[in-house]
């Protein structure tokens, strides 16, 4: 059956309100978002022209506040439609939206409170209120906080939403909005992996065009349902998963948290996915640890249906010739790809991976296995979308070919450079900043090196993680890290170097794999034993096993193992899951000088 296509002509819209207020016009019975109420597994639904009328409802109750166009009002809610239905309110009236991650520390929002001078800000729980109490109660900007969910008590300040909404029984008419595409939509901080977050200020353009640009490489149709759990407060999810749809007409799925994604996959069967390679990272090692509990013939046959498929796949792409082999992939897909697919809810037709990086062989065995996976890059300062493999242009290994209007070049020491209609207006109140991110002729610095070949382009490495050893060897650590982590004894790993004579790291064990090495090498399950010389040598074995493509000088000498995961909330670790290295630098810094002691 073939899909119904209803993609919306860039040309016809003036902005991103516009853009919702055009989708409800030709789409307004078609299911527009499914959610959860609560923790239960069963989802409502609510239609596109239903989305509208609540639309309206946030309007009038945003106008009461009497902002101004201009004014910035900030969200640090869950992926919800809630979310949608604040951003298109504010949106519909001129506001700038600042989307922030709920679970972000509070000094972080205490600065962006301020430095956005954010007037009226959208929480969703009481728990989110009780550590910005303090923080809001003190801000010379901020007129009211609106709590989603019930607070403990309200104040002048805070108000519940049932209480803040108008009645939603009456009829309330969408605003008109006549903003320019130039316009600034929205000012969106980056999480940061050093220093203060830099307010990425961003025009309906910027927006618009990505996502619309971004059809040309993927195809979305009406009958699709993307399931949304990366955060809407970053920009990856905002353009690919929430705007791109509103394009196409296709449905939206939220889903409860990271925690709950694998039973969600199996209740909402999406067939588009918007992720980040750690989530493939960690089905990768699930399936890696099962596999060493299988059969060998168990084993021969699922390294057959990811060889089989692989080749395949080369084959459809138009780079391989056809094989004997292929005659056997339905009954290896039956039999092992299959399973695999299911777990993703069996109606997967394609993952969108960005972020980061993924590994070739976490890449070359999934495809293998039949899932379509497309590698895309960007950055929040080009809204972010740069480039993405298309469908039948598919190099897994790179990031994929520039979207349409987007000039790439090699600057100094192989930087990447980009100019395009995504690049941002400017760092919000940081001429200086702006001025080193963006060139006098347009270029904005992305900060890593690459290579292009056949149009794709190639992650090489981050200039400024580069580590320069004292010996004046440069290595890569985000690479080291990326292999290491394929085995699914390691959850994380920071490698060091910088101006030192050799590599060293600090590494987080997962601790089901540990519990199971502990016991064969008769030590506590707890972490009182894991730095012991029996569990170190060990683990130098499985480390230097996943390092065999590595240069001799970028062996990892030295290591410190410990079971505290970094999270979020530690402050370890960025939102999108990236390492926040000066701050795990200062945690372990005790332990880091004994790695080196004597050097």
């Known amino acids: 059956m073939p899909h119904e296509f209803d993609r919306i002509n860039l040309s016809e819209i003036d902005n991103l309100y516009h853009l919702f207020c055009t989708r409800v016009r030709r789409s307004p019975n078609k299911i527009a978002y499914q959610y959860c109420e609560g923790e239960s597994v069963e989802r409502s639904v609510l239609t ?24 910035r009002v900030a969200l640090m809610v869950n992926n919800c439609p809630q979310w949608v239905m604040f951003e298109q309110a504010a949106l519909g009236l001129g506001l700038i939206v600042v989307p922030m991650y709920t679970n972000d520390r509070a000094e972080n929002v205490a600065y962006i409170i301020d430095d956005a001078q954010i007037k009226l800000l959208f929480i969703e729980t009481d728990q989110q209120w009780q550590q910005l109490q303090e923080t809001c109660s003190n801000s010379k900007t901020l007129q009211r906080v609106v709590i989603k969910d019930s607070p403990t008590n309200t104040t002048e300040l805070l108000k519940h939403t049932k209480d803040w909404l108008p009645d939603d029984t009456m009829r309330y008419p969408l605003a008109e909005l006549s903003v320019h595409k130039s316009s600034l939509a929205t000012v969106v901080y980056t999480s940061g992996t050093t220093g203060k977050p830099k307010g990425v200020m961003l025009s309906h353009q910027n927006i618009l065009w990505n996502a619309d640009s971004a059809l040309d490489h993927i195809d979305a149709y009406t009958d699709d349902t993307f399931l949304s759990f990366l955060p809407l407060s970053h920009m990856f999810e905002r353009t690919v998963g929430h705007y791109l749809p509103m394009f196409s007409g296709s449905s939206i799925n939220y889903a409860r948290s990271i925690e709950h994604l694998a039973e969600d996959l199996l209740f909402t069967r999406p067939t588009v996915l918007v992720t980040v390679p750690r989530i493939f990272e960690r089905v990768y090692n699930k399936i890696q640890a099962q596999l060493k509990t299988k059969s060998p013939i168990a084993r021969f046959l699922f390294n057959s249906a990811v060889s089989t498929g692989w080749k395949r796949f080369l084959w459809q792409q138009g780079r391989e010739s056809w094989h004997l082999a292929f005659i056997f992939w339905p009954i290896l897909f039956f039999l092992v790809g299959r399973k695999i697919m299911a777990k993703l809810g069996g109606n997967m037709r394609v993952a969108v991976s960005g972020g980061a990086p993924l590994s070739s062989d976490i890449t070359k065995t999934f495809i293998g296995l039949g899932l379509t996976i497309t590698q895309g890059y960007g950055l929040t300062e080009s809204a972010p979308i740069i480039s993405t493999n298309k469908l039948d242009d598919n190099y897994p290994d790179s990031v994929g070919s520039p979207l349409r209007d987007v000039e790439v070049k090699l600057g100094e020491n192989d930087e990447l450079l980009i100019r395009s209609p995504g690049i941002m207006l400017g760092y919000w109140n940081n001429d200086e ?39 004046g060897e440069k290595v890569p650590p985000a690479d080291i890290e990326m292999a290491i982590t394929n085995d699914p004894l390691f ?49 130098t074995e499985r480390l230097h096993a996943q390092m065999d493509d590595f240069p001799g000088y970028a062996k990892i000498y030295k290591f410190h193992n410990t079971l505290d995961p970094w999270t979020v909330e530690n402050g370890l670790i960025t939102p999108t899951l990236k390492l926040k290295r000066n701050e795990i630098t200062n945690c372990y810094q005790d332990v880091i000088d004994s790695l080196y002691e004597g050097h």
């Open 491 to 539: 959850d994380q790993i920071m490698v060091l170097g910088e101006q030192k004579p050799y590599l060293t790291a600090i590494i987080v064990l997962n601790t089901d794999e540990w519990a199971k090495l502990a016991i064969k090498l008769k030590v506590s399950p707890d972490s009182s034993q894991i730095n012991e010389a029996n569990v170190i040598n060990v683990v």
């Open 48 to 71: 596109w022209s239903e989305m509208a009328n609540h639309v309206a409802v946030w309007q009038a109750a945003l106008k009461a506040e009497e902002l101004n166009p201009g004014d």
């Open 433 to 471: 900043a702006t001025k080193n991110a963006v060139n006098e002729d347009g270029w904005l610095h992305t900060g890593d090196k690459v290579k292009i070949e056949n149009n794709h382009i190639y992650i090489t490495g981050r200039i400024k993680e580069i580590l320069v050893l004292s010996n």
